[in-house]
T-cell receptor, first 114, second 114 residues
Framework: GDSVTQMEGPVTLSEEAFLTINCTYT??????LFWYVQYPGEGLQLLLKATKADDKGSNKGFEATYRKETTSFHLEKGSVQVSDSAVYFC?????????????FGAGTQVVVTP | SAVISQKPSRDICQRGTSLTIQCQVD?????MFWYRQQPGQSLTLIAT?????????ESGFVIDKFPISRPNLTFSTLTVSNMSPEDSSIYLC???????????FGQGTRLTVV
């Protein structure tokens, strides 16, 4: 079945450092890929998405490129802020299954220190 | 974008009792999804709720423990029955966008069973 693997945390960074969170997937079809963010005590928010190979999703300085050849969707941000401290989830939705049904990675906690 | 209202936002319940969580979407959707997020863990799909038919449960989840209703295209409920402390989690409902390009989430229900 479909699965998502993302790097374990916590990841601790200093403000203005470069952030990368690795995410790889396995899927039988042609999935859409997502990054969701969960700030402390809050619900789940969509950060960015990509629906086909080579698409680049971007939002709030974060970027991720859908790489079919490496089945990856790594999240990057060039200069993190303390406010980026959160848990980040990589997820996929396979249209061959039920659209909107998401398979999540384990989540990566990011802690940004001043 | 879809707006999903979920309530209650949190509750503390006695073991052996049941809690019903409500989820309201501001647009008509074919499928709705219920997830569980145990403390410090990722999201796990409980079931898919289709209007007019029984919910489809994922492995490890059963209807007797998590009965779901889907009376119309904008509303669903999840009941957590005969609760034990192990049921303490955040429960989230989700629905796909009308365009079918992303999934939206409610704010979640933080359940503590004592």
């Amino acid at each position: 079945g479909d699965s998502v693997t993302q790097m374990e945390g916590p990841v601790t960074l200093s403000e203005e450092a470069f952030l990368t969170i690795n995410c790889t997937y396995t899927a039988t079809g042609y999935p859409s890929l997502f990054w969701y963010v969960q700030y402390p005590g809050e619900g789940l928010q969509l950060l960015l998405k990509a629906t086909k190979a080579d698409d680049k999703g971007s939002n709030k300085g974060f970027e991720a490129t859908y790489r079919k050849e490496t089945t990856s969707f790594h999240l990057e941000k060039g200069s993190v802020q303390v406010s980026d401290s959160a848990v980040y989830f990589c997820a996929l939705s396979d249209a061959a299954d039920s659209w909107g049904k998401l398979q999540f990675g384990a989540g990566t906690q990011v802690v940004v220190t001043p | 974008s879809a707006v999903i209202s979920q309530k209650p936002s949190r509750d503390i319940c006695q073991r052996g009792t049941s809690l019903t969580i409500q989820c309201q979407v501001d647009s008509q959707v074919t499928m709705m999804f219920w997830y569980r997020q145990q403390p410090g863990q990722s999201l796990t799909l409980i079931a898919t709720a289709n209007q007019g038919s029984e919910a489809t449960y994922e492995s490890g989840f059963v209807i007797d423990k998590f009965p779901i209703s889907r009376p119309n295209l904008t509303f669903s409920t999840l009941t957590v029955s005969n609760m034990s402390p192990e049921d303490s989690s955040i429960y989230l409902c989700s629905a796909p966008s009308v365009e079918g390009t992303e999934a939206f989430f409610g704010q979640g229900t933080r359940l503590t069973v004592v």
